[in-house]
């Protein structure tokens, strides 16, 4: 890379998002001068303040502004006032779809054992990946209700999965895992014993892709028996690979047993376009404007963010930082707990690039 200029669109959102997103950029400034590359960055202020101004969400040609960039770094959406799922599809989504980022991938990774809620886990027994298919399946908004508000009434919400999608995602895990170059273990979680349509679908692709990885051992996991094992023996896993719905959900358990949301990055990818980085945590309404929450999940993207663009060593600055001070410094990883601001939080980071 060195002489390309990333040109980064900034999304700070709503809540807390804001605040996290002010150190993240500290901490770019700071690793940009350190590895000496290039960047620009443009603010854009879609979000819930700017929705109850003006009832937008996100127009088509925001979308085609936004394919402009190299990558979105994204604080949070989410606003006490708004009804809940308008900024949710509106804004968040839009972008994953608009953008084609078929991949939600999220590390699990435990980086001090006293922030663990399990027992008797060390760093080396929770480090695994989720790669989260992102663009179809109960996300896909498929569905109606018939007779709606009456006693017969029915909802049907529909999981659309179609071979493509399937197989793009299935590939991009197993050339993650190979890349990852770890236990070299891939592990499909689904549902095939209920789910017969859908996770017959997954199943078989998994199994003919799977052909072409001799090198990586190939695993199943019903997706209520992954939760178990994430509290159980976390130690087994390395890549797991799953369905939109269901990465929604054993990843927030992930976040939990890495220490909690304070520490919990996402990058919504598109191989071939425009990605997107984010913490996962939300937007924390009752945090806000308070410097008490920790901006680490939001560093941690940003690590993500510049890995996935080709700054690899840059990345991997970030994230050891970020080691380093989970580590040796905060008290907790919690809102308000950390023994420090979200500011100092920040400026810790920076002092360990
Ligand atoms: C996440 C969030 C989103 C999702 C919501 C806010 C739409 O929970 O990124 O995991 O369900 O994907
Ligand atoms: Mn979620």
Not at 83 to 96: C, F, V, Y
Not at 230 to 245: A, G, Q, R
Request: proline fraction near 4%; glycine fraction near 10%.
């Amino acid at each position: 890379m060195g002489e390309k200029v990333q040109k980064i669109a900034v999304i700070p959102g709503d809540g807390t998002g804001p605040e996290v997103i002010r150190e993240g950029l500290k901490v770019l400034g700071a690793v940009s001068k350190k590895y000496n590359f290039k960047y620009e960055t443009k603010i854009f202020d879609f979000g819930g303040e700017r929705y109850l101004k003006t009832g937008k969400t996100l127009d088509d040609s925001d979308i085609e502004e936004l394919k402009k960039y190299s990558a979105i770094y994204l604080g949070a959406i989410g606003h006490p006032q708004v009804k809940p799922g308008i900024l949710e599809t509106g804004i968040l989504l839009k972008l994953r779809f608009s953008l084609d980022q078929y991949i939600n991938l999220r590390p699990v990774k435990l980086y001090n054992a006293n922030f663990c809620p399990l027992k008797d886990k060390k760093p080396e027994d929770i480090d695994f990946i989720v790669v989260r298919e992102n663009s179809e399946g109960l996300y896909k908004g498929m569905g109606e209700f018939q007779d709606k508000g009456t006693k017969d009434e029915v909802a049907i919400q529909i999981s659309y999965n179609t071979r493509k999608g399937v197989e793009r995602c299935l590939r991009y895990a197993f050339e993650y895992c190979r890349k990852r170059n770890r236990k070299k273990k891939l592990t499909l979680c689904g549902k095939t014993n209920v789910l017969t349509y859908a996770w017959d679908l997954w199943q078989r692709t998994f199994n003919e892709v799977a052909k072409e990885y001799p090198d990586i051992t190939t695993d199943y996991a019903h997706v209520d028996a992954t939760t178990m094992w994430f509290v159980k023996n976390p130690e087994w896993f390395d890549v797991i690979v799953t369905d939109n719905m269901f990465g929604d959900i054993i990843t927030d358990l992930g976040a939990m047993i890495q220490g909690g949301m304070g520490i919990a990055a996402g990058g919504n990818i598109n191989p071939q376009g425009v990605s997107m980085f984010e913490p996962i945590g939300g937007s924390a309404p009752k945090y806000t404007g308070k410097n008490v929450i920790n901006p680490l999940a939001a560093i941690c993207a940003l690590g993500m963010m510049l890995e996935n663009s080709g700054e690899i060593k840059a990345g991997k600055a970030v994230e050891d930082a970020v080691i380093k001070i989970v580590q040796t410094k905060l008290k907790s990883l919690a809102a308000g707990k950390m023994g420090y601001t979200t500011t100092e939080v920040g400026d810790l980071v920076v002092a360990n690039i």
